[in-house]
């Protein structure tokens, strides 16, 4: 079983603190790394994807990934209340007939005021 | 604007019933695939499908089965509803490649209820 492994949370930080969320996965042949954002009652978005080692940045957004140790981290800077919602990490899995996704469970993250 | 269109945001059946959950894509995806997510236990795959008429089993695939009859539409079905598939179901699409996989796109989910 390929495994994304997500710390469960909340993870509670100050409106204009840096959030940062973790990610560990199991199938050191992964190439590809997502990280999606889900608001209460909504679907999944996209928001962030990487493939190379180092940082990608985006808005208030990094994406971190280091592949020797198989990590992948966001960093979330001057952290909004609307930033609150559960952020899922994803690796793209070989499954034999098609690469996707698999799923951490997901960090709810809790921005207050 | 890209699109995964579920057939119903909220549905209520009852147990034992035979149930449709229907999804189309307008992205010409290859993949598409079926979860369901309940508190705590995170996006579980249900099936999944990388082209027409190819189905493969996810994590749960146990009570449900799935119809990909064309490119765009991807079917889940449950053979006889019970009251522990009440669930938020979500159907998702992809391009099938290395980089790509994983860059899902989903649909508004569908809130079942069977009681």
């Known amino acids: 079983q390929k495994e994304v492994e997500q710390n469960s949370g909340p993870l509670s930080v100050p409106e204009g603190a840096i959030a940062s969320l973790n990610c560990t996965y199991s199938?050191?042949?992964?190439?590809?790394f997502f990280w999606y954002r889900q608001y209460s009652g909504k679907s999944p978005e996209l928001i962030m994807s990487i493939y190379s080692n180092g940082d990608k940045e985006d808005g208030r957004f990094t994406a971190q990934l280091n592949k020797a140790s198989q990590y992948v981290s966001l960093l979330i800077r001057d952290s909004q209340p609307s930033d609150s919602a559960t952020y899922l990490c994803a690796v793209n899995i070989w499954t034999g007939g098609s690469y996707i996704p698999t799923f951490g469970r997901g960090t709810s993250l809790i921005v207050h005021p | 604007d890209v699109k995964v269109t579920q057939s119903s945001r909220y549905l209520v059946k009852r147990t034992g019933e035979k149930v449709f959950l229907e999804c189309v894509q307008d992205?010409?995806?290859?993949?598409m695939f079926w979860y369901r997510q309940d508190p705590g236990l995170g996006l579980r795959l249900i099936y999944f499908s990388y082209d027409v008429k190819m189905k493969e089993k996810g994590d749960i695939p146990e009570g449900y089965s799935v119809s990909r009859e064309k490119k765009e539409r991807f079917s889940l079905i449950l053979e006889s509803a019970s009251t522990n598939q009440t669930s938020m179901y979500l159907c998702a699409s992809s391009l099938p490649g290395e980089l790509t996989g994983g860059l899902a796109f989903f649909g508004q989910g569908t809130r079942l209820t069977v009681v």
């Open positions: 992205m010409d995806h290859e993949n």
């Open positions: 199938d050191r042949g992964s190439q590809s």
